[in-house]
């Protein structure tokens, strides 16, 4: 059965940071790549951070560039999100998608919230 299942969101100040962890198992396949992405209400699910499971090219939106940074343990199949200088901006639900060739799952997703 397939499992994703992120963690690590939370209530955060302006300006501090974050790790997120999304564990991925269950896969028939081999990963392709692994990814972030946040959605807040009433708005569409954008793309924050993706990386290549092979090689580790990775890809960021222009909104958190030099602030984020993701990374892939590959023997845990688990993808992180490190979070820096977090701004109010960034309160969403953020959601982990594990793409194989053969299909997209979403995790449940975790909620970060930017506030003072």
């Known amino acids: 059965q397939v499992q994703v299942v992120e963690s690590g969101g939370g209530l955060v100040q302006p300006g501090g940071s974050l790790r997120l962890s999304c564990a991925a198992s269950?896969?028939?396949?081999?990963?392709?790549?692994m990814g972030w992405y946040r959605q807040t209400p009433g708005k569409q699910r954008d793309l924050v951070a993706t990386?290549?499971?092979?090689?580790?090219?990775?890809d960021y939106a222009d909104s958190v560039k030099g602030r984020f940074t993701i990374s892939l343990d590959n023997a845990k199949n688990t993808v992180y999100l490190q979070m820096n200088d977090l701004k109010p901006e960034g309160t969403a639900v953020y959601y982990c998608?594990?793409?194989?060739?053969?299909?997209?799952?979403w995790g449940q997703g975790t909620q970060v919230t930017v506030s003072s």
């Open positions: 998608r594990v793409d194989t060739f053969q299909a997209r799952d």
């Open positions: 269950g896969f028939r396949y081999s990963t392709y790549a």
């Open positions: 990386i290549i499971t092979a090689g580790g090219k990775t």
